[in-house]
């Protein structure tokens, strides 16, 4: 009897974090995996970073790299020279790169993916967002083509993170399984999203866990840390995101980065154009 829990996108949430933790150590599984995006995208990337890293060193948590901490690591880079336009596009992730300073020499170290042998020979192997990078995501309504080429490797089981949407599906005789979001779901759904898998007579099977998490004290961080007074144009926009357990930077990105780019429009003036459709469409 074998069980792996994979956890993704925290997003420096610490309440959902404590609260699924809270959750493994009562369900004891025989390992854990992070599979990226412990920090930016909310407002307590240091403190997430430090129990996760405390959970890596004394507990063997398996800990991988994902785009968030490559973002970081790329925003904090000497000498790094962007357009006024994407630094306020980025300025969020300078706040967090700032909180971040001690740790990212450390975080620069981290792997990409990581695998582990389960029973009877399987694998388990795992990666931030598909094996075409960690970038480049996985969603269930992908047709079975598309999806076997993001998703073909020698393991039994594929864990990935990023789309923040959990699902699980079998494919070309593996089991590929979405763990959702621990910090920031997107589909609609508020409470923490992580994936735990179980060796059975007839190979491994997952179960999406849900946990609610006190979001209010959460919701209250955005202001007691200073993200929203000091993390830039887009934290607005972030804090929505958590409120709906909806995507909205990428669709600022579909909606308003060329004109952005371009100067016909101030970023600050294009969130406040996205929040107030958001808010007058009432989803």
């Known amino acids: 009897d074998m069980r792996v829990a994979v956890l993704a996108d925290i997003h420096a949430n610490l309440q959902a974090l404590q609260a699924v933790e809270q959750y493994l150590e009562a369900a004891r599984p025989d390992r854990v995996i992070v599979a990226g995006d412990i920090i930016n995208r909310g407002p307590r990337p240091r403190e997430c970073y430090e129990r996760i890293r405390e959970l890596r060193l004394n507990r063997g948590w398996l800990v991988i790299k994902g785009n968030h901490e490559d973002y970081v690591l790329k925003a904090m880079a000497p000498g790094l020279i962007l357009p006024e336009w994407e630094r306020d596009v980025c300025g969020h992730t300078f706040w967090t790169g700032r909180m971040m300073e001690p740790y990212l020499d450390e975080i620069r170290t981290l792997p990409d993916d990581v695998e582990i042998d389960g029973p009877s020979g399987s694998r388990v192997h795992c990666v931030h967002a598909s094996i075409k990078g960690n970038r480049e995501g996985l969603y269930p309504s992908m047709d079975d083509d598309a999806f076997d080429e993001m998703t073909r490797t020698g393991a039994s089981v594929l864990c990935v993170g990023h789309t923040h949407n959990p699902f699980t599906r079998y494919i070309g005789g593996r089991l590929v399984v979405n763990c959702g979001a621990v910090g920031m779901p997107f589909d609609r759904d508020p409470r923490a999203s992580f994936a735990l898998l179980e060796w059975t007579e007839s190979g491994w099977r997952a179960d999406i866990i849900r946990i609610p998490y006190d979001r209010d004290s959460t919701d209250a961080e955005y202001d007691s840390t200073g993200y929203i007074h000091d993390g830039g144009v887009m934290v607005p926009l972030i804090r929505e ?10 669709r600022w990105h579909r ?3 060329e004109a952005a780019a371009s100067g016909r429009v101030r970023v600050k ?3 406040n154009l996205l929040l107030e459709t958001v808010i007058s469409e009432g989803r």
């Open 241 to 250: 995101e958590l409120r709906r357990s909806r995507p909205l930077l990428s």
């Open 255 to 257: 909606e308003y980065e």
């Open 269 to 271: 003036d294009s969130v």
